[in-house]
């Protein structure tokens, strides 16, 4: 062990004090000494921007970690500035850029494992993105849907942090048409002209004539879907896959704050299991850290095709700062505002 090289004698950072999907009502900015020593594996890291996932309010919930109990700290990924390095590492420097997925990352300095910090070319917040958000589309993917070229795709919540890359990768990597649903006009215009979906379904819009919008894009049916929101909206893609159609569940959004467990109400469709039966049809899920292995490989993947401008890495207009701003953005996510990832600047 180390002791630290930093003046600062404290820092801010959020910690969750309940268990609770209100992360409001759940945590609050506590101030917190420095520890005296750095682990000789470990890194401390002045954060420069958060990142924001719809999953932080499972984890506040405990929905990760059932065993967990309060206090403890929350945020999953920031993009930072490395102030110092415990003794045994030796590929990090002081002033390096990095990208951390740990938890706790809603902090103004972390300590974290060096395996939990990519170096990234250049203190850049588009980087952020292409940690958890762009990771989970490319592994799940290339590991879990398998796409084909000219298979017909839709990708629910496009406008997202995953959602985005996920149109991406599938047009540009896997050479697949794309219709991307989303839930407002200012979205409607992000796909169309950011994204350059081929086509786009406002599902808000559409409410119970959803499957029919699918089938008007795609008159023989859903090949491939990459799906976050689950309920009405898996539904109607059930309803519009073609025979032996597949989806990869990467979350379930339209729950989140309700706690609900349904992905599709039993009360307006059949069971999920006959629905899919009838079609020989698969659902698969993907969580990402049961597929750890290939986030560096595919982390450095995206950044070669964000470098190379095949993939671009969108971030949300409306700016937010400092620990204060976390609150603010979390509520922007889920009041369906956002285009793009959304990140707090510190």
């Known amino acids: 062990m180390q002791a630290m090289a930093t003046a600062a004698r404290t820092y801010r950072h959020i910690v969750a004090h309940q268990l609770s999907t209100n992360f409001r009502a759940a945590t609050s900015i506590v101030e917190a000494p420095f520890p005296t020593e750095l682990h000789p594996k470990a890194v401390l890291v002045k954060n420069r921007h958060l990142g924001i996932n719809a999953s932080d309010i499972n984890f506040t919930a405990g929905v990760y970690q059932p065993d967990v109990r309060p206090p403890f700290v929350c945020g999953f990924e920031a993009v930072g500035e490395v102030v110092d390095v415990g003794s045994g590492v030796k590929d990090l420097k002081a002033g390096a850029a990095v990208l951390t997925q740990n938890y706790g990352a809603f902090a103004e300095y972390q300590v974290v494992a060096r395996r939990h910090a990519k170096p990234i070319p250049r203190m850049a917040r588009e980087y952020l993105p292409l940690g958890l958000s762009a990771t989970t589309a490319s592994i799940a993917l290339e590991h879990v849907l398998k796409p084909q070229p000219g298979e017909r795709a839709v990708v629910t919540a496009a406008a997202g942090g995953t959602g985005q890359f996920a149109v991406q990768l599938l047009k540009h990597v896997y050479g697949c048409p794309v219709v991307g649903t989303c839930s407002s006009p200012s979205k409607e215009t992000f796909l169309t002209n950011t994204l350059k ?3 786009v379904v406002n599902y808000m819009a559409e409410g119970d004539n959803t499957a029919a919008a699918f089938r008007r894009c795609y008159p023989r049916g859903i090949t491939i879907a990459y799906e976050s929101v689950g309920g009405d909206l898996l539904e ?24 609900s467990v349904e992905a599709v109400r039993p009360s307006r469709c059949k069971p999920l299991q006959l629905q899919l039966l009838a079609k020989s049809a698969s659902l698969s899920t993907f969580f990402l850290p049961h597929f750890a292995k290939y986030e560096q490989q595919h ?12 993939v671009q890495s969108c971030i949300n207009p409306t700016t937010f700062k400092g620990l204060e701003g976390v609150y603010d953005a979390i509520d922007w996510m889920f009041e369906q505002k956002n285009c793009g990832k959304v990140m707090v600047e510190l």
Do not use: K, N
């Not at 597949?246 to 959004?253: E, T």
């Not at 982390?299 to 095949?310: S, T």
């Open 236 to 259: 109607a893609v059930i309803q519009s896959l073609t025979l032996r159609g597949r989806i990869v569940s990467v979350g379930c959004v339209s729950t989140y704050q309700s706690g």
């Open 299 to 310: 982390f450095d993947r995206l950044c070669a095709l964000h470098e190379q401008g095949v």
């Open 197 to 199: 979906c081929d086509g």
